[in-house]
T-cell receptor, first 111, second 115 residues
Framework: AQSVTQLDSQVPVFEEAPVELRCNYSSSVSVYLFWYVQYPNQGLQLLLKYLSGSTLVESINGFEAEFNKSQTSFHLRKPSVHISDTAEYFCAVFLGEKLTFGTGTRLTIIP | DAGVTQSPTHLIKTRGQQVTLRCSPKSGHDTVSWYQQALGQGPQFIFQYYEEEERQRGNFPDRFSGHQFPNYSSELNVNALLLGDSALYLC??????????????FGQGTRLTVV
């Protein structure tokens, strides 16, 4: 069985401060990991993904995530957040041609 | 490319009624998956369609059914609606992976409210 745990349901951060959104997974087989972002009243957009190779993956808008097999984690980070980063962030595991999502972390940026 | 389109965007139904939600996949995609996202929760997998057949199913009752058409578009039907069916229903399209990881593209969702 596979599952995804997002440890923080809400994370408030001051604008231009760094942020880390935590994600841990459990799986008995090789994993493929994703971060999706959901802006208010919208669907999900892919932020970044880890399939294989380099354990550090980056998105075009400054986010990065590091796959850590020993700690079964795939935490999302950004060194300096902007108001426009306000959204819900979901970590997901791909297995059996479907995605299993965590419960999400609401990122709130404080001006 | 219009991406994944879902209709309607919002819907209000009464308990016991039936509802049909529609999804058009991204151009070139042949696989459609449906997810239910309850308020404050992550999306939960309902089922997936490929070649007009249900390929796999999540832990949802038989009241949830679907269909895929030859043009790859899909419908999600829910019978005997319950208050607990109120949620955002998301459609995701992809190409068939058959063991390979494929990226899923999501629509904007249909917000269903059951009263």
């Amino acid at each position: 069985a596979q599952s995804v745990t997002q440890l923080d349901s809400q994370v408030p951060v001051f604008e231009e401060a760094p942020v880390e959104l935590r994600c841990n997974y459990s799986s008995s087989v090789s994993v493929y990991l994703f971060w999706y972002v959901q802006y208010p009243n919208q669907g999900l957009q892919l932020l970044l993904k880890y399939l294989s190779g380099s354990t550090l993956v980056e998105s075009i808008n400054g986010f990065e995530a590091e796959f850590n097999k020993s700690q079964t984690s795939f935490h999302l980070r950004k060194p300096s957040v902007h108001i426009s980063d306000t959204a819900e962030y979901f970590c997901a595991v791909f297995l059996g041609e479907k995605l299993t999502f965590g419960t999400g972390t609401r990122l709130t940026i404080i001006p | 490319d219009a991406g994944v389109t879902q209709s309607p965007t919002h819907l209000i139904k009464t308990r016991g009624q039936q509802v049909t939600l529609r999804c058009s996949p991204k151009s070139g995609h042949d696989t459609v998956s449906w997810y239910q996202q309850a308020l404050g929760q992550g999306p939960q997998f309902i089922f997936q369609y490929y070649e007009e057949e249900e390929r796999q199913r999540g832990n949802f009752p038989d009241r949830f059914s679907g269909h895929q058409f030859p043009n790859y578009s899909s419908e999600l039907n829910v019978n005997a609606l319950l208050l607990g069916d109120s949620a955002l229903y998301l459609c995701a399209s992809s190409t068939s992976g058959w063991g390979r990881v494929t990226e899923a593209f999501f629509g904007q969702g249909t917000r269903l409210t059951v009263v």
